[in-house]
């Protein structure tokens, strides 16, 4: 007697295993594993930092990732309209709900500026291909960030790019874009990598870095560091902000959520782990600093790729890889938004694609002016807390720091504790004890650690 919901009539199913794992794998894999990951971990003095990170994908990560995509399979629906449906079959409160909305927003949110950060990276595949950074001295290469920064036109138009290619993918729909796309990006994603690895292997410098990475000094672990680790598992693993359950609204119901969502753990966790054993030999390699902040792709890198041989194929290379990996992540931040207006009479695919598109694109001017003209403008600045931030930092955070966390927060308890036993470990694809195990960290865990985390955050 169970009613099937829109996205799971048969036709309108991901086609393949391998294509939703492609297609969420795309979406963890992003601008998180290639330009934050690395960074963070050099700032964080490496091995150790790397360590907690792990137990944190998998411990806090992996839980959500699992309970996010069982909700949206369940609901079969956008975030919004899949919450509204499974409160109702729970019979439970309608303020659970707030998980659909407070994904299709966060995800709205979160592309306005991803895109411009993609839209660097088009910028970037330019420079290195027509050779700008050989032979540049640092204060050149950080000259040329910086202008790229103060330009608001530049910035705009390769936003504007980015934006539409996104808009393209998104509006063919599930089989003919995004399964498409991601069928020929990833492969490309992981065979750009596996290029870079073997670069920097020649490097010279590729033992330091693997000692960098993995030999664990506790000594440079911090407690800050522990709560940037279990932050950036949250925003690493695309978990808490609806995208998942976008995704997973299409996922054929024989399909193991549970094994499927270690998969892309392991894939995205490869990715970061990789990213940093292509980027850190090369650093070393050139005497530069692998705790040099936001800066270490835009420039530091750069000043890399101009001293070595190769620098100018290469770095081509390097940057192409960040684009790719920018791309599978935005068309599953637009999804949920796409999927949301979709379900307005009359609205089609396309049309939700473009409106849903032209909105983010527009509420992404606001981050573009925030590195020039409005880099002196603080809306909230008269609150103490929010002295100093512009209009990007603010949104960064009301995402990062607040909407996917309280939003992994949400589904944990409303998967852990309101959503009926019965047939649940059969929906998630575990049985016995690892059944029972994943419910004690679903309900106690994940929960706890996301809580402290916020809490830090916001002190
Ligand atoms: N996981 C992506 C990354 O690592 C970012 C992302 C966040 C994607 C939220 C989708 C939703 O870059
Ligand atoms: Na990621």
Known sequence: TESVHPHQQASNLWTSKMAFILAAAGSAVGLGNIWKFPYITGENGGGAFVLVYLACIFLIGVPVLIAEIMLGRRGGQSPIATMRTLTKAEGTSKGWRIIGWNGVVASFLVLSFYAVIGGWALVYIGKAAIGMFVGADAEAIGGQFNNLLANPWELLLWHTVFMAIVVFIVGRGIRSGLEKAVNMLM?????????????????????????????????????????????????????????????????????????????????????????????????????????????????????????????????????????????????????????????????????????????????????????????????????????????????????????????????????????????????????????????????????????????????
């Open 187 to 459: 492969p490309l994603l992981f065979l750009l990598l596996i290029v870079m690895v073997f670069y920097a292997m020649g490097s010279g410098s590729f033992g330091r870095a693997v000692s960098f990475m993995f030999s664990p000094d506790f000594s440079r672990l911090t407690t800050e560091g522990v709560l940037v680790a279990l932050g950036h598992a949250a925003f690493t693993l695309s978990i808490g902000i609806g995208v998942l359950m976008a995704y997973g609204s299409y996922l054929p119901k024989n399909i193991n959520i549970a094994k499927t969502a270690m998969t892309i753990a392991v894939l995205d966790t490869s990715v970061a782990l990789l990213a940093g054993l292509a980027i850190f030999p090369l650093v070393f390699a050139n005497g530069l600093e692998a705790g040099a902040g936001p800066g270490l792709i835009f420039v530091t890198l750069p000043l890399a790729f101009g001293q070595m041989g190769g620098g100018i194929v290469f770095g081509t290379i390097f940057f192409a890889l960040l684009l790719v990996a920018a791309i599978t992540s935005a068309i599953s931040m637009l999804e949920p938004v796409v999927e949301w207006l979709e379900e307005h009479k009359g609205v089609t695919r396309v049309k939700s694609a473009v409106a849903g598109g032209f909105a983010v694109w527009f509420i992404g001017i606001g981050t573009v002016l925030s590195f020039n003209l409005w880099g002196d403008v603080h809306p909230l600045g008269f609150i103490g807390f929010f002295e100093g931030k512009t209009v990007f930092d603010l949104l960064d955070f009301l995402v990062s720091n607040l909407m996917m966390p309280l939003g992994g927060l949400a589904i944990a308890l409303f998967a852990g504790w309101i959503i009926r036993r019965e047939g649940l470990a059969k929906d998630i694809g575990l049985e016995g004890g690892a059944f029972k195990t994943f419910m004690v960290v679903l309900k106690f865990i994940t929960p706890a650690g996301i809580a402290v985390v916020f809490l830090y955050n916001l002190i």
